[in-house]
């Protein structure tokens, strides 16, 4: 591709391209080339490819050389096979333009309808087709159109001239308005035109308005809700988008035409059954715009029952063709069917997870690309919580239930603060509200726990959106009134202001007031076939990462096959626990010491025996203690407070004798305590005085860990319980560290085991998550059963990263591609990911039985999941609720592995 060589097709009809033409034609091209090809009544049009999108923005934004000439010459096709002319007064030819970058995303970037429209040519069109109303609404559209998208001029001005002028019409809707009134709106919208533009007129050549237009679409693709749903979504920038521009069709012609979208399935639900919305005398903004409130798609038939029954025929036999859920829009003019659109339909993971099954047994596609179907990410949806059938709360209405789930949060009105309050961590979490959501309120909607908004239906950009990000949405509350002046709801006798607290309940469409008590959803039998299905391709074990035997029974009900990381130190932080392990890093010698860890060992033991008996036949990996020992003892910044504030009461003169030696005593406890917290406190704790370190210099410590292990192993063992243990030491970087903690725990197993009279086999491994381990984990293999990779902290010394700190400049490095991705979220695989490589061969070099596993937050990553896919692993362990995520991904990985 050269942006400077002329003869380079840029420009293509549609009739020249199919549905394997994506990359090039865009999702948009592409589908209605196919559906040109299968016969099937498709405006006429011609492409401008995604590589033309590229070569504009790789020449200082200038349309390469030669693709104007060829789009003028795509006109002229146009103006043969419809026997209009673009720009004749007599019998004019309007078109639309349209964004469509090869990967589906729905409204974040600008389509312009009803170009060609000036003065001259409204009249041509109301002569023609003697409804002067609908040219001069069609004109009126276009001008405001054009004048937002492509001119820069705020849409509310348009929307507030509109709106007044409604208020004089006997129904208040744009159907309602005059030829007169229609009139009057033109001119107004002019003379917004001409202020915005410092004198400059609403241009009335309608060649200049295509190049205005294709370069507006251009732009769009870097636009600011472009950009960020490509960061959300991983979304590569040189993709591009292409430019669609097709003959217009009118559904706001008379009451015979309309516009809608039509699902060839429910995309919330999976039922097979068309599901859409559509509206007569109307264009398509006003569908998914929700400035009007569609009818649902099954009362077409009693108002058009032909129509509907080819609107019926013709979405089956798009899904048969496409062997998969259509999300198709159609227009209909003077009674007959255009389609101008169809793709693969987004849906929510419950309805993404049925229809993937119910195709199968339809025979449509097989279990694997069943399983390829599913956005692993999409079964968190099924996990989200509902509201609680016996919750007992105010509902303060119900709209229409456009995306699944539950959540609350407080109520926030403005999409720029709600992007604010997304970037704060301790900020509470919201709920953006709205009238209705366009594309400019998507970086808003990122951070949302919900989206409520007054007008729109199931199709509306916020229902759309919402079930694109798994993100619960109710739609069309029309009893709401937003009062943006008190920041305020006002609905029936309630006030809810600003900053107070609702639930939206997305799977019914309710609205309660205040937080509302939530139940956890259950698995259901699509879910649990398609799993099987994946469990039988799948090499990639799957553990849980649980320190609680209710983590544990959590984590087997998911279909977790063991658990990869027990983290003890989580054991200690309620109060009963924490007074003992206070005193034993409190002790002054070996023996005050060993007096505390027994009071520890008990309750350290009853915590594993619940573990074990939990996990009966199935692994359990239980790391040492690995933290620093101060993060047992309370802040020093909280001690020097409270000794102040005893040292404050203690020179009140008020004080008896008895309450005086009380605070003294006080005192003196809190300043010894300080005074250990000053001799424990580093520098930097995360590499100093922790995990196997701690069992070097404290030997007594990882003695009591490993015997309360052994005493809990045998006992439930002597139930009838099989046990498969398997001790991690942490933060190993030399192979003599993990000798010296083999030794005491092999010498404690021998004795625990031999004064039970059992035997017990179990393994003794490392967390490798320093780069010295993974450069020599030959060496340290010699003493291992198992490598653990702790992705966590391998990524925090890998790249000098603070996990904790990182936030502060982390998404500038996404942004200026410094990095592609998150590393805490999505393994660095040139970095940490070949330090995880290397670590795996060098291993299993020594010992080729080694088993290697992951047990990071990464584990339940599907993008990084793929990855330990690739270089080996054994298993990969994550959080319980991520559990199914991680064995879907490690299908696919398995599949597409398999298919490479």
């Not at 109520?411 to 997304?422: N, T």
């Not at 424990?680 to 309360?708: D, F, K, S």
Request: proline share 5%.
């Amino acid at each position: 591709m050269n942006p400077y060589d002329r003869n380079y097709k840029w420009v293509y009809l549609l009739t020249e391209g199919n549905g394997d033409m994506r990359t090039l034609f865009g999702g948009k091209g592409a589908g209605v080339s196919e559906m040109i090809q299968a016969g099937l009544p498709v405006p006429p049009g011609f492409a401008i490819t995604t590589e033309a999108c590229n070569a504009y923005y790789a020449n200082e934004r200038q349309f390469p050389e030669g693709m104007w000439t060829q789009a003028t010459i795509a006109l002229h096709s146009l103006e043969e096979q419809t026997g209009k002319r673009f720009g004749a007064p007599e019998n004019p030819l309007l078109i639309s333009v349209r964004s469509g970058a090869a990967i589906s995303m729905p409204g974040m970037m600008d389509t312009v309808l009803n170009l060609g429209l000036n003065d001259e040519t409204t009249e041509g069109l109301a002569a023609l087709t003697g409804e002067r109303r609908f040219a001069l609404d069609a004109y009126r559209r276009f001008i405001a159109m054009f004048g937002h998208i492509v001119m820069g001029v705020d849409s509310a001005k348009f929307d507030r001239v509109l709106e007044r002028t409604k208020i004089h019409t006997q129904g208040g809707r744009d159907t309602d308005l005059s030829e007169t009134q229609l009139e009057e709106v033109i001119e107004a919208y002019k003379r917004i035109i001409f202020a915005e533009q410092h004198g400059q007129p609403f241009p009335q050549d309608p060649h200049s308005q295509l190049r205005m237009a294709i370069s507006a679409v251009f732009d769009s693709w870097m636009g600011r809700r472009a950009v960020d749903y490509r960061r959300v979504y991983r979304i590569a920038d040189e993709l591009g988008t292409a430019v669609t521009v097709q003959a217009m069709v009118f559904g706001n012609l008379n009451w015979e035409s309309g516009t809608g979208v039509a699902f060839t399935r429910n995309p919330s639900t999976g039922e097979r059954s068309l599901y859409g919305e559509y509206l007569l005398n109307a264009q398509g903004e006003d569908v998914v715009a929700g400035t009007r409130t569609p009818k649902y798609i099954k009362e077409l038939a009693q108002e058009l029952p032909q129509v509907a029954a080819q609107l019926d025929e013709i979405t089956q036999s798009l899904e048969r063709h496409y062997r998969d859920m259509q999300d198709i829009e159609f227009t209909i003019e003077w009674g007959k069917l255009w389609l101008l659109q169809t793709r693969s339909g987004k849906r929510t993971g419950a309805a993404a997870v049925r229809i993937a099954v119910d195709m199968v047994t339809e025979g449509l596609i097989d279990q694997s690309t069943a399983i390829l179907r599913i956005e692993p990410d999409q079964l968190e949806q099924l996990l989200h919580p509902t509201v609680a059938p016996d919750a007992e709360a105010i509902v303060l209405t119900t709209g229409l239930p456009a995306s699944p789930g539950a959540a609350a949060g407080i109520v926030i009105l403005d999409p720029d603060e709600a992007e604010k309050l997304a970037q704060d961590s301790d900020a509470e979490p919201f709920v953006l509200v709205r009238h209705e959501t366009s594309p400019e309120d998507f970086h808003g909607m990122v951070g949302a726990q919900a989206v409520l908004t007054v007008r729109g239906g199931m199709t509306s950009h916020a229902a759309v959106v919402a079930r694109g990000m798994g993100k619960p949405c109710v739609a069309g509350a029309g009893s709401i009134e937003i009062d943006p002046h008190q920041e305020c709801l006002r609905i029936g006798e309630h006030v809810v202001r600003k900053g107070a607290w609702i639930t939206v309940d997305g799977s019914t469409g309710r609205v309660f007031l205040g937080k509302v008590p939530t139940s956890e959803p259950e698995f259901h039998d699509d879910l649990l076939q398609l799993l099987a299905w994946a469990d039988e391709r799948r090499t990639l074990r799957v553990r849980a990462n649980a320190d609680t035997a209710a983590d544990a029974k959590m984590a087997r009900s998911f279909g977790a096959e063991g658990i990869g990381l027990s983290r003890t130190e989580h054991m200690f932080f309620d109060e009963e626990r924490l007074e003992p392990m206070r005193q034993m890093i409190l002790a002054e010698n070996w023996a005050e010491r060993v007096q505390a860890l027994e009071k520890i060992l008990p309750l350290q033991q009853q915590d594993f025996m619940a573990i074990f008996r939990v996990m009966d036949r199935l692994p359990v990996t239980i790391r040492l203690l690995d933290p620093p020992l101060h993060e047992f003892l309370p802040s020093r910044e909280d001690l020097v407070t409270e000794i102040t504030e005893l040292r404050f009461t203690l020179l009140q003169h008020s004080q008896s004798m008895s309450h005086v030696a009380q605070l003294i005593s006080q005192i003196s406890e809190r300043e010894t305590l300080l005074r250990q917290v000053d001799r424990l406190r580093e520098v930097n704790p995360m590499l100093g005085h922790r995990g196997c370190r701690l069992g070097l210099v404290y030997p007594e410590v990882t003695e009591m860990q490993v015997r309360a292990i052994f005493e809990a192993a045998c006992t439930v063992k002597s139930e009838g319980i099989e046990v498969l243990l398997e001790i991690m030491v942490p933060l190993v970087a030399t192979s003599v560290e993990l000798l010296n903690q083999s030794e005491i725990i092999h010498r404690v197993a021998r004795e625990v085991t031999g004064a039970h009279g059992l035997t017990l086999d179990y393994k003794v491994g490392t967390m490798i998550e320093l780069p010295r381990a993974a450069l020599v984990a030959d060496r340290i293999a010699q003493h291992a059963d198992f490598f653990s990779f702790g992705t966590n902290d391998l990524t925090q010394t890998t790249l000098g990263m603070s996990r904790d700190d990182s936030a502060h400049f982390l998404p500038s490095y996404i942004v200026h591609k410094v990095l592609p991705d998150d590393p805490f979220q999505v393994i660095d695989e040139e970095g940490v990911g070949q330090l995880i490589q290397l670590g795996v061969e060098r291993g299993r070099a020594t010992n080729p039985q080694l088993k290697t596993g992951i047990c990071g937050e990464h584990g339940g990553n599907p993008r990084s999941i793929a990855f330990f896919n690739r270089v080996g692993v054994d298993y990969v362990s994550c959080s319980p609720f991520r559990v199914p995520i991680a064995r879907l991904a490690a299908a696919q990985a398995a599949i597409r592995s398999s298919q490479a």
